[in-house]
């Protein structure tokens, strides 16, 4: 079983930044692809960006491309989502995701594990 912790929302002014952080459990994080996603009420969950196991290969939406960066470190067991520049549509709850060993979700919503979820908020 692995347990995914989000941190580092907020609230910030257009134009700030914020890290998110995902903090995962068990040994075998390292072979899991990772993804963040994102939801406002009312809305359908949307695809952020995802990192491969190996962290060689990312993906990140259009929405935010140029503006996000998804990253991880091994030895930390955690995932992380910097976001620069950051837009009152950007305002949502994020949630870390996780596959388990052999999968590949992508950028739809199949993945195997899912944290809690944190809030962000843009202000205009």
């Known amino acids: 079983q692995v347990q995914l912790v989000e941190s580092g929302g907020g609230l910030v002014q257009a134009g700030g930044s914020l890290r998110l952080s995902c903090a995962a459990s068990?040994?075998?994080?390292?072979?899991?692809?990772m993804a963040w996603f994102r939801q406002t009420p009312g809305k359908e969950r949307e695809f952020v960006a995802r990192i491969s196991w190996s962290g060689t290969n990312t993906d990140v939406a259009d929405s935010v491309k140029g503006r996000f960066t998804i990253s991880r470190d091994g030895a930390k067991n955690t995932v992380y989502l910097q976001m620069n520049s950051l837009k009152p549509e950007d305002t949502a709850v994020y949630y870390c995701a996780a596959d388990r060993p052999g999968r590949d979700s992508g950028r739809n919503e199949a993945y195997d594990y899912w944290g809690q979820g944190t809030q962000v908020t843009v202000s205009s």
């Open positions: 068990g040994r075998t994080f390292r072979t899991y692809a």
